[in-house]
């Protein structure tokens, strides 16, 4: 299976297209591969055999397919604690009625339930809703660690209000935030302001303490559907960023389709120098290998980036060459000075008066030994 090596000139903001043939390709048999490792996992006697799946259910339904970028440069200077989100095309959570949400409102807390439970809302939404909670009941609530352990394990997806968000690291703690699995993902729950000539317009002012800025019961359900089925990109200092497309239980071209969608907005809406800065792009399951669908013929960003071929360069290199294969520095070299002077401070100190009095010693001992021994044979 031969990844596709295009590449855009540089300098240049031409989107690459990743090849759609490739991504069901590698999904096909990422998919079979999780298959047949899971039947061979099955049939050993050793395997712990999973009570929650029944006998007829296939138990690999739930094991994540993820997209891994590999980038040249950092993607982030520091990591993040607000998830990104993009959009699919087959989202992940559209059919699991069993999800649990908990949805964390600016205040007031009634204003943000009643809109839940009134006739507007999706009902098959409002099963999903577990609990509506304001930041200010959170804080008073689940301030303590055992109390944000338990809420923590209650609830399958959180969801905050984009007014609120950057409070909840200080409140929720590292319960939520030393993983990345339920972050709280931010959600626009204020009232959409309609568009005048093409252009949005301002958000009103709040007039008092009773005026509560919420959108209508169809546009909070439409973002709360948007957030809980859309792919949560994590964002750190590194070269490498796995996002969730699927599942296992997943057809190839649900995958395919997720892929070709996430690809294209992760690197034009997060990585720096876009796809200049992209070293592959690969998929692979919890376990398995890494397969290729993108690669790039540079391996990096700039004519900078790459020492230039000095004088200095190539001794460096020589010297750590002869250091692989263990050849002697040359005589009065500075390398050579330098093992020398390791090898002196290594050495123990040295005494020639209390050696040849050992030497004595032990001398004196041989001959008594070999005395006793020509006595005893007489």
């Known amino acids: 299976m031969a990844p596709s090596k295009e590449v855009a000139a ?8 990743i090849s759609y043939e ?13 298959k047949k490792a899971a039947k061979e996992s099955a049939g050993k006697p050793s395997a712990k055999k999973n009570l929650l799946v029944e006998d007829d259910q296939d138990d690999t339904a739930d094991t994540p397919v993820w997209l891994t970028l590999t980038t040249k440069r950092h993607i982030a200077d520091k990591s993040k604690l607000q998830p990104g989100k993009i959009v699919m095309p087959h989202p992940l959570h559209a059919d699991d009625e069993s999800l ?25 939404l409002r099963k999903r809703i577990g609990r509506v909670i304001d930041v200010t009941k959170l804080k008073a609530k689940f301030s303590q660690y055992e109390a944000q352990r338990k809420l923590f394990s209650e609830h399958d997806v959180f969801l905050g209000d984009e007014r609120i968000i950057n409070r909840l690291p200080k409140i929720l703690g590292k319960s939520f935030y030393k993983t990345t699995t339920k972050r709280p993902v931010p959600v626009d729950l204020r009232a959409k302001v309609p ?3 093409g252009k949005r317009g301002k ?29 949560l990109v994590s964002l750190g200092p590194s070269t490498n960023t796995a996002v969730r497309v699927g599942y296992a239980s997943w057809t190839a071209e649900q995958i395919a389709a997720n892929v070709q969608a996430v690809a294209a907005a992760l690197v034009e809406k997060w990585v720096p120098q876009k796809w200049r800065n992209v ?32 004088e200095e360069t190539k001794a460096n290199t020589s010297k750590k060459r002869k250091a692989l294969v263990g050849e002697e520095p040359a005589a009065g070299s500075p390398a050579a000075k ?41």
């Open 203 to 231: 958000r009103p002012k709040k007039t008092g303490e009773n005026d509560v800025n919420a959108g209508t019961p169809a546009q909070i359900a439409k973002e709360v559907k948007k957030a809980v089925g859309a792919a």
């Open 100 to 124: 649990s949400i908990c949805l964390i409102t600016a205040d007031p807390q009634r204003a943000y339930k009643e809109i839940v439970a009134s006739d507007e809302f999706p009902a098959d």
């Open 279 to 310: 070293r592959g792009i690969y998929l692979k399951g919890p376990e398995t290998a890494a397969l290729p669908i993108w690669l790039t013929d540079e391996l990096w960003v700039d004519d900078k980036d790459v020492a230039a071929d000095t």
């Open 22 to 34: 490739q991504s069901i390709k590698a999904s096909k048999a990422l998919l079979a591969h999780i």
């Open 338 to 378: 330098k093992k020398k002077a390791t090898a002196d401070k290594h050495k123990p100190a040295s005494d020639d008066a209390k050696l040849n009095e050992q030497i004595a010693e032990r001398k004196s001992k041989l001959r008594s030994a070999k005395a006793k021994a020509s006595k005893a044979m007489d």
């Open 10 to 17: 540089i300098g240049s903001n031409e989107i690459v297209a």
């Open 195 to 197: 568009k005048v000539n």
